[in-house]
């Protein structure tokens, strides 16, 4: 039987120290004295679960360690300790073969810079993961087309990088992700570096897509507006640990301590996202404006 948990992290820790340290974990005093010596803690015994369809947004200030927890659910940073497991795969246990496939099969990775290749086409580039795959040319052109659909970009195939707006660039990049029809889908901090309305129109298209896709996403951002609008449920994270875990409404509401409680101050429910107001597309995704790549 398929467990509703697609994503299960457990007392995960990332310590960066000095190559060849002995990093005890469950030793405080060892670990305090590490720490004296120069290692970081950028990750604290945190433990999670993400259910099969959730839009679940991890927050926190610069520091905080989200961007550290992130990359290790697909062990871009290899975890000191603790355990990982997605859709029923211990990722903590896989070895480099093992690795290289769950990484092919399963999850893919939207990051803030578009990492497009410049030579190639906006088609060539939505591609690229499912040519490293090994799948054939015609049919990732095909996958490459609807998910550049998906996003809004049909008609851009042919274009090249340097043609699109920032927003669009990235639209690129999520669809690149969305043609790997992954398990799931990893976003850090991908709105980052766009200017506030572009910004507004590619979160109000993510929310679009999850409510068309439904696909498992864990999306990290340090902007409060941004996590509440998306998130089905948020963490919120300092000096590498979860503070809160819960729905937006119920952590506005009910801030768990002073820390997040300056979080959310002047806050209100109406930013929360609603589906219902979103404009549904009718057998294809709603554009965004086609002018801003002018």
């Known amino acids: 039987m398929t467990s509703d948990k697609l994503l299960k992290v457990k007392r995960l820790w990332k310590v960066f120290a000095p190559k060849g340290a ?27 679960e993400v ?24 062990r871009l940073v290899e975890p000191t300790s603790g355990e990982i ?21 399963k999850v893919a990775m939207v990051f803030q810079h578009y990492g497009l290749l410049p030579h190639k086409t906006v088609l060539e580039n939505a591609a690229f993961g499912l040519k490293l795959k090994g799948v054939s ?44 029809n992954p398990t799931l889908l990893l976003m850090d901090e991908p709105f980052s570096g766009l200017d506030p309305l572009i910004r507004k129109d590619m979160q109000d298209e993510l929310v679009a897509l999850q ?8 999306f990290v951002t340090h902007d409060l507006d941004e996590a509440v609008h998306l ?10 640990e979860v503070v809160q875990l819960g729905e937006p409404d119920e952590i506005l509401r009910n801030p768990a301590d ?13 930013q929360r996202r609603r589906l ?10 709603v554009p965004l404006d086609a002018a801003e790549g002018a």
């Not at 839009?55 to 961007?67: P, Y």
């Open 22 to 48: 002995n990093i005890d974990v469950n030793d405080s005093d060892a670990l305090a004295q590490a720490e004296e010596m120069g290692a970081v803690s950028a990750v604290k015994g945190v433990s999670l």
């Open 51 to 74: 259910a099969r369809g959730e839009f679940f947004v991890i927050m926190g200030l610069s520091g905080s360690g989200k961007s550290t927890l992130i990359r290790c659910l697909l």
């Open 85 to 105: 497991w997605a859709d029923g795969q211990e990722v903590t246990g896989l070895d480099e073969a093992g690795l290289i496939q769950f990484r092919r099969d």
């Open 137 to 180: 040319l015609a049919e990732r052109q095909e996958r490459a087309k609807e998910s550049l659909e998906l996003v809004g970009l049909a008609g851009w195939e042919d274009h090249h990088p340097a043609a699109l707006s920032g927003g669009m660039q990235q639209r690129v990049g999520i669809a690149r992700a969305l043609a790997m």
């Open 211 to 218: 409510e068309r896709l439904n696909v498992t996403t864990v």
């Open 231 to 240: 998130g089905d449920r948020m963490a919120i994270m300092r000096d590498g």
């Open 258 to 270: 002073r820390y997040v409680e300056r979080f959310v101050e002047g806050r209100d429910l109406s």
């Open 276 to 285: 219902a107001s979103v404009p549904k597309a009718q057998g294809k995704s």
